[in-house]
T-cell receptor, first 115, second 112 residues
Framework: GAGVSQSPSNKVTEKGKDVELRCDPI?????LYWYRQSLGQGLEFLIY????????KSGLPSDRFSAERTGGSVSTLTIQRTQQEDSAVYLC?????????????FGPGTRLTVL | QQQVKQSPQSLIVQKGGISIINCAYE??????FPWYQQFPGKGPALLIA?????SEKKEGRFTISFNKSAKQFSLHIMDSQPGDSATYFC???????????FGRGTSLIVHP
């Protein structure tokens, strides 16, 4: 079956612009995660969804970052007034259900470059 | 506070050699110990995982060794191949949590 897909694969934007990143999880997966990966760094947790609710937003770095999930499926991560330090690869992952023992299935990521 | 310390940061081995990557943790509530493999331009993918009721798990050329008393677990890649060249992350999971704690990653290069 289809895996996790993300779009766009690459996004170049100017400082101060808003961007939207999209994630299509595996059908039937109730849990969805967003991570950020900077060059040569590990994965930084941003937000976790269970269904359409986000019980953990603790990783969002500032109020310029927001995310939503609709229909228990597609999720959008929005970054307002982008800054150069927002440049990174944004990864989405989904699991059958949130929690321990559940394999995270990752998308290929969106590479964001803020000029 | 860094809950997970992964080492080394980078590793170069010759084809056929053994690659060993370590992950040390502080939180004794961690109860599930996966390793993820990431190729350039791709998202990470689960490679192998272990639960704390066993000390070792082997899948093909990949083995996890778990030392509960030392609070560390390691990934061993036997007969390393150039196709194993990737970044490897440990990502232990705390009981009751919904979010794994990723290590900073180890870049492995296997020379032919």
């Amino acid at each position: 079956g289809a895996g996790v897909s993300q779009s766009p694969s690459n996004k170049v934007t100017e400082k101060g612009k808003d961007v939207e990143l999209r994630c299509d999880p595996i059908s039937g997966h109730t849990a969805l995660y967003w991570y950020r990966q900077s060059l040569g760094q590990g994965l930084e947790f941003l937000i976790y969804f269970q269904g359409n609710s986000a019980p953990d937003k603790s990783g969002l770095p500032s109020d310029r970052f927001s995310a939503e999930r609709t229909g228990g499926s597609v999720s959008t991560l929005t970054i307002q007034r982008t800054q150069q330090e927002d440049s990174a690869v944004y990864l989405c992952a989904s699991t059958v259900q949130g929690g321990i023992y559940n394999e995270q299935f990752f998308g290929p990521g969106t590479r964001l470059t803020v000029l | 506070q860094q809950q997970v310390k992964q080492s080394p940061q980078s590793l170069i081995v010759q084809k056929g050699g053994i690659s060993i990557i370590n992950c040390a943790y502080e939180n004794t509530a961690f109860d599930y110990f996966p390793w993820y493999q990431q190729f350039p331009g791709k998202g990470p993918a689960l490679l192998i995982a272990i639960r704390p009721d066993v000390s070792e798990k082997k899948e093909g050329r990949f083995t996890i060794s778990f030392n509960k008393s030392a609070k560390q677990f390691s990934l061993h890649i036997m007969d390393s191949q150039p196709g194993d060249s990737a970044t490897y992350f440990c990502a232990p999971f705390r009981r009751g949590s919904y979010i794994p704690t990723f290590g900073r990653g180890t870049s492995l290069i296997v020379h032919p």
